[in-house]
């Protein structure tokens, strides 16, 4: 099993910025990619970003292109989403998972394991 714990949510106005951090541990395993989603309120669960064990490998959501910015630490298990110039339809729970797949996806079905989530708020 993997768990992971993200952490970073909060309130910040529109125009501004937060950093997801998401941490994985227990049976941790290289060739598998890791991806943000986030789920607002009467709104189904969307793709964010994705990125791939290698890191070589990223993908976003057309929605966030060339404001969130994903990354990853292998060596430390985890794996970052940078958001910058926030929006208000930002406003949501976001969530880390992971997929078994080495490949980058962005369909919910596609991942294994989920975190709890972290709320992020943005005011407008």
């Known amino acids: 099993q993997v768990q992971l714990v993200e952490s970073g949510g909060g309130l910040v106005q529109a125009g501004g910025s937060l950093r997801l951090s998401c941490a994985a541990s227990?049976?941790?395993?290289?060739?598998?990619?890791m991806g943000w989603f986030r789920q607002a309120p009467g709104k189904e669960r969307e793709f964010v970003a994705a990125?791939?064990?290698?890191?070589?490998?990223?993908i976003y959501a057309d929605s966030v292109k060339g404001r969130f910015t994903i990354s990853g630490d292998n060596a430390k298990n985890t794996v970052t989403l940078q958001m910058n110039g926030l929006k208000p339809e930002d406003t949501a729970v976001y969530y880390c998972?992971?997929?078994?797949?080495?490949?980058?996806?962005?369909?919910?079905?596609?991942?294994?394991?989920w975190g709890q989530g972290t709320q992020v708020t943005v005011s407008s």
């Open positions: 998972a992971a997929t078994r797949t080495s490949r980058v996806v962005s369909g919910p079905l596609n991942y294994n394991y």
């Open positions: 227990g049976r941790t395993f290289g060739n598998y990619a």
């Open positions: 990125i791939s064990w290698s890191g070589t490998e990223i």
